[in-house]
């Protein structure tokens, strides 16, 4: 069995390898600490999981899952975040992602992923399922950066961290006109005018950090 962790932070690396170990004898586990590094890893090495936090350097982890997606890089999937599931979780796994998790019940729930999606199965925490099923309140739908496109998401986190609009167009390799287009587009579905209140809900939401 081999498991890549893919977390910007050692500290974080070091103790879900311990906890991994422990749960896992024999089990071999490398590490990497940013997007470009776990794709390096991903294209050039078999893995039968990658455990991944969504935010790092460089490339975010969704970024990593939609390019796993173009490239046909079968690699199941976890996500393993600090944000809530309600924020992340059904974005996650309509990225390609095969799990999500919340570093704050890490304890409880690591194992019971790991061995769910290397069954081959889905996961997301009980709890977070039954509240989609069944209130309502809950529906993806309703939560207001869910009706973006992944484009769309992905600029407006990056506007929300203070980038400009030229700073995402070379980041992303598009045109400063495509990044005012999805900047526009994504202001009139979220109801908002101006960044500073892209920058307040992102906040709020807890989608940056």
Known sequence: MKILIADDHPIVRSGLKQIILGMM??????????GTETLTQIENDNFDLLIMDISMPGKSGLDILTTMKNKNLLTPVLVLSIHP????????LKSGAAGYVCKSSVNEELLTAIKTILAGGK???????????FDSSDDPI???HEKLSKREFQVMCMLARGK????IAAELFISDKT????RQR???KMGMRKNVELIHYAIRNQLIE
């Open 186 to 188: 994504l202001l009139e």
């Open 25 to 34: 004898k024999g089990c071999t586990i490398l590490e990497a600490s940013n």
């Open 85 to 92: 599931q309600e924020q992340y979780a059904v974005r996650a």
């Open 179 to 182: 990044v005012s287009t999805h």
């Open 123 to 133: 996961y997301l925490s009980p709890a977070f399922t039954e509240k989609i099923l």
């Open 142 to 144: 309703a939560i207001p």
């Open 164 to 167: 400009s609009v030229l700073e």
